[in-house]
């Protein structure tokens, strides 16, 4: 839940960006040491997970975890190079954020563009479907054929979003271009695939398919997985901000729209501060590494945060109700049934 007194308004929105402008700014040694501390580990983890598979699989299951948690901290240094604010240099974010993108089975330049649309449109009920989580109003689903039901369900379910869901859509659905961007981001997809081809053909010559496979599969289903999750509950949370297009502000949509996700501190490091969502997109520029002093230095920043417990609350939700402004889960249909049959 994200509660902000005295709101500003679309019109005020130039005191807030006077506030994250301050910190939009890399600091070089910071940002190497971000890097080094997160593939160094990782790639040891990888071998670490190789070696033990030939002592015992539970505990490269185990190894799976920490290791998981710095894909994690890879992909949150490629989400930062896809917002220009992990160096100062282009060139070097994009450089990173190619070699990032690989680990993470990502193309850099789709994701980026399609990312920076989902900035540019969240909370947005009229821009939908590019770089989010797929919601659809009550009155929509209300209104769908009965097979876009079935799938949406489907989709909406927790067992399907944060476990099936994430694997096909980094595995699979990120090998095809989308129909969104131009020639480069195309090709960045291409570039991408072959390289992944060949670092897992590499792989499986040196290690063997069986060995890849068991290391690979339970880091990429836990890693894919825990990002889906915190990608959820950064924008799936009651009460949160949907608008139509023409009464839609940016300033609500980050403070509103975007939760502060507040995690005990090993795993807010894990994350790479995504949880203090609010502020990344009130100024995506903010390195993830100065989220936390621009939220500590600045009241006009704090909101209510959402702890773990509550965040669970967030797997009930399932639709937005435009009448009330809240997000409501499946039971909320039988009472628009009731009120459309009594009427």
Request: with cysteine; charged share 20%; aromatic share 16%.
């Amino acid at each position: 839940m994200n509660i902000v007194s005295d709101l500003p308004s679309q019109s005020d929105k130039s005191r807030w960006h006077e506030i994250v402008a301050r910190y939009a700014r890399s600091d070089l040694k910071r940002s190497l040491w971000e890097m080094f501390n997160t593939l160094i580990p990782y790639f040891a983890l990888w071998y670490l997970m190789i070696y033990s598979v030939h002592i015992s699989y539970w505990l490269t299951l185990l190894l799976s975890i920490p290791t998981a948690g710095f894909m994690v901290r890879t992909f949150i240094i490629f989400h930062d190079c896809g917002h220009g604010s992990f160096f100062k240099s282009q060139k070097a974010n994009d450089a990173l954020g190619i070699f990032t993108g690989i680990l993470n089975f990502t193309p850099y330049y789709e994701w980026r563009h399609t990312h920076a649309i989902h900035h540019a449109s969240a909370s947005d009920l009229d821009r939908r479907g590019v770089g989010d989580v797929k919601t659809m109003t009550v009155k929509e689903y209300l209104a769908a054929p009965w097979y876009k039901k079935v799938s949406y369900r489907i989709f909406r379910s927790p067992f399907i979003m944060f476990t099936i869901g994430p694997m096909l859509v980094f595995a699979f659905a990120q090998r095809i271009p989308g129909s969104l961007g131009g020639k480069r981001e195309r090709l960045s997809v291409w570039w991408t695939d072959l390289a992944l081809a060949v670092e897992i053909t590499l792989l499986i010559l040196l290690v063997g398919w069986k060995t890849w496979l068991m290391v690979q599969l339970p880091v990429f289903m836990l890693g894919t997985s825990i990002g889906v999750w915190l990608f959820y509950v950064q924008h799936n949370f009651d009460p949160t901000y949907w608008e139509r297009h023409k009464k839609w502000e940016f300033v609500r949509a980050g403070f509103e729209g975007s939760s502060y996700y507040k995690l005990p501190a090993v795993l807010q490091w894990f994350t790479g501060n995504i949880g203090f969502h609010h502020i990344h997109h009130l100024s995506p520029k903010i390195p993830n590494y100065k989220l936390p002093k621009a939220y500590n230095e600045n009241p006009a920043l704090h909101v209510r945060p959402m702890t773990i417990l509550a965040s669970l609350s967030s797997l009930r939700m399932r639709l937005y109700d435009e009448d009330r402004g809240i997000m409501v889960g499946w039971e909320v249909l039988k009472k628009y049934q009731r009120n459309t049959v009594s009427a």
